[in-house]
């Protein structure tokens, strides 16, 4: 019933939907199955506390249905199967559930729309990366976060070189030439190679596999602009960074044969290649932010920040995990409130921010409040 993986669209589909109501609820879980039943009481009580909101929002009117919510409550074989973190979306006709790769503090929020902040360290611009395992027998290439990976499904692209190359030239398979003639009848014997045999061929047939795949990648590459991890033999990592012409590839390598490797080792190992890269990523944001200070292209003004984010200004955005700024921005009269709670139409401004800076294919930096540019709990580099 809940699913085991989060993507970039599916948060944003999360951030764009509004209703008379929606319910976010986060809860912490345990992957041990001798927790299940603590974790399903744990649940049962937050729906309560759901329950008690709904009451507020729709006082003196019939509280609606949370179905769905109640079954996953009640199915005992849903909580033997759970991860470090739970997320689920209710709302009229509409029902999601997600196992989070991470521990989540407990969250219960009814309002308009979704609440998705604490969905952004799966998505944030420091944890996105790619991991392509290639050798001449295999070919697989890993979608991974900083908590995770997912191997993607690679229609069209040769997963071996035997695959890429089967449909050459049979005829180029032999060749012949004449050998040295015979002590014994005094003529030259036939001498046949099979393709391959010669290194300058085999670097030729490795070239070639490389050009195939790199170009059959390019459909099918969960994010361009996210750096990738080469895991191959000197060789054929080589080979590949020489025919390579859209990806971002990453200086270090998992070296050696990835074949036999298994997906989370390939993922550990690249997560520390790259994670020196996603830091001095934010710390480059963070100073391009303090240098346009006073130039109108920079804000740590909640205000600012949140009329930008809605109006597709925002390029990078910092926003505190863990904390919240209620509120509701009206855009058509471009008027903001602010709340002590979120209560009816408010909901978190910050959440609001960083779900429609994603949306315009903004950077969020989801990060801890002490690494947010300024004084605030958020802060945003403007596109113009």
Known sequence: MAEDRITVEDIKALAVHEDSWCLSLYMPSHR???????DRLRFKNLLKKAETQLEEIFKGNRKPSMGPAEEVQAD?????NQSDGLALFLAPDFFHSYRLPFSVPEVVMVSRRFHIK????????????SVLAISQNQVSLLDCTKFECAEVDLPGVPRSLAEALKYDDPERQLQFHTGTPSRVTGKRAAVFHGQGVGTDDSEDRLLRFCRMVNK??????PNRDAPMVLAAVDKVAAEFRRVNTVFTITDGEIRGNPDETPPQNLHDKAREIVEPLFREEQEQHRRRHDDLL???LSSSNVEEVVRGSHRGRVDVLFVAVGTQVWGRYDAEADALEYSESPQGDMYD???????HTLIHGGVVHATDPSQVPGDGPIAAIFRY
């Open 32 to 38: 041990e199955t001798t927790y299940a039943e603590e």
């Open 76 to 80: 005992r074989k849903f909580w033997q």
């Open 118 to 129: 604490p969905l952004l360290p799966l998505v944030s611009a420091d944890g996105r990366f």
């Open 216 to 221: 059959s990648l390019q459909p099918v590459i």
């Open 294 to 296: 006073g130039t109108g």
């Open 349 to 355: 401004l910050l959440d609001f921010a960083a779900a």
